[in-house]
């Protein structure tokens, strides 16, 4: 996911020491130099951190904070002020409107990198001409963790994954692993006694090999205290106990920058086909439905106008799955794109049973909904040369 930040401030020093702090990783830069145009950018474009400052002209910082947080659609934003020395004390006081962090200036470009990692999941950006990453390919994640049951929870909730769980149970073990393997995940229970949880963080933290790696903390759910604290020291994220597996390969592939496109989307010939899988929580049809413009928007820029939705392994037909189909087909349209739907007959009789997916056609084969799409590519008018 390619994270959009948005920094505010009246110095185009500070904005262009901002973009060069942050042009080694997977996100988008996008500026305001006051807050009455950071307000106008950020409706605008709905960024996922603001770097805000606290003293400009036409809106100070403070100012476009407290509008920020009366506005419903924008009050869920994390913020991260910038502030003169002098400033300090009046962004100690502003912290109750809801300010996530803050840093004095002058600073370092790294503690300004480090800071927004703890609000999001920055992930390098990947050499020139390297392939992408994906979400079949091999990792190693270290588990440290000494209670069997929530290991085996672990393992057997990502086992389907082609990543290799690594298990420590104390620092020694947690520590030769990362000198000799270091991983590309790790997740350390909070549960561990004397405070050995933070401790190797911190070892992790400052061991150039691991100091960008993602960092979760397994806290229990009910243990609110315990989440913030890991927040505040700098973990990643949470894994809370119980475990809900996957959420939490989904923040996994999140962390690692991992294109998970590949769980739905497949070039087949001249076409593209979405396919769901037999078990789809809504957060995978959501991630679906994410990814359904910018790929058919690939393939037809790549000349293949087809598109086939695949509900074939679907034993039930959750109203989250109706909506991404009636989604395909408006977003074929729009982009100049033929679709087919492909169904078992269940899923084409609960189709049927719906007013919003009544007049859907379904075929019963991928090869015969690939077989309908190459005919009226055929049969399709043709313009008479100018």
Request: proline share 6%; with cysteine; hydrophobic share 45%.
């Given at each position: ?28 830069i ?34 476009m ?83 069997p ?64 790696m ?33 959420e ?12 998970t ?70 977003t ?30 379904f075929?019963?084969?991928?090869e ?19």
């Open positions: 996911m390619r994270y959009k930040i948005l920094t505010v401030d009246d110095s185009k020093t500070v904005r262009i020491i901002v973009r060069k702090a942050f042009r080694g990783f997977d996100c988008e996008i500026e305001a130099s006051n807050g009455a145009e950071g307000l106008t950018v950020a409706a605008k474009e709905s960024p996922d951190l603001i770097l805000l400052d606290v003293t400009m002209p036409v809106m100070d910082g403070v100012e904070l407290s509008k920020l947080k009366a506005t419903p659609a924008l009050k869920g934003i994390p913020v991260i002020m910038l502030t003169a020395e002098g400033g300090r004390d009046n962004v100690l006081k502003i912290a109750k409107i809801g300010v996530r962090d803050y840093l004095v200036k002058p600073f370092k470009e790294e503690v300004l990198v480090e800071k927004a990692r703890r609000v999001i999941d920055l992930a390098p950006l990947a050499a020139e001409g390297a392939r992408a990453r994906t979400i079949f390919d091999p990792a190693d994640i270290l588990l440290v963790e000494d209670k049951a929530i290991v085996q929870q672990f393992k057997d909730g990502l086992k389907h994954t082609p990543w290799k769980i690594h298990v420590a149970t104390t620092q020694l073990e947690a520590t030769e692993i990362m000198a000799h393997t270091p991983p590309d995940v790790m997740a350390i229970s909070l549960s561990l006694t004397d405070d050995f949880a933070f401790t190797l963080f911190r070892i992790a933290r400052t061991n150039p090999k691991s100091k960008l993602p960092i979760f903390a397994l806290v229990p759910k009910v243990d609110l205290q315990q989440q913030q604290q890991a927040q505040t020291v700098g973990f990643n994220g949470v894994f809370a106990t119980p475990l809900a597996m996957p939490i390969e989904n923040k996994i592939a999140k962390a690692m920058n991992l294109d496109s590949l769980r739905y989307y497949a070039i087949e010939g001249d076409a593209l086909v979405l396919r769901m899988a037999e078990n789809c929580p809504p957060a995978r049809v959501t991630e679906a439905a994410n990814f359904l413009k910018p790929k058919l928007a690939e393939a037809a820029e790549a000349g293949r106008k087809k598109l086939i939705v695949d509900l074939n392994a679907l034993t039930v037909l959750p109203l989250a799955v109706v909506k991404l189909l009636l989604l395909a087909v408006k074929a349209g729009e982009l100049g794109a033929r679709v087919a739907l492909v169904a078992n007959a269940k899923i084409a009789a609960d189709a049927k049973n719906s007013d919003e997916t009544r007049s859907l056609v075929h019963d084969s991928l015969n909904a690939k077989a309908s799409l190459s005919m009226a590519t055929e049969n399709a008018p043709q313009l008479a040369p100018s």
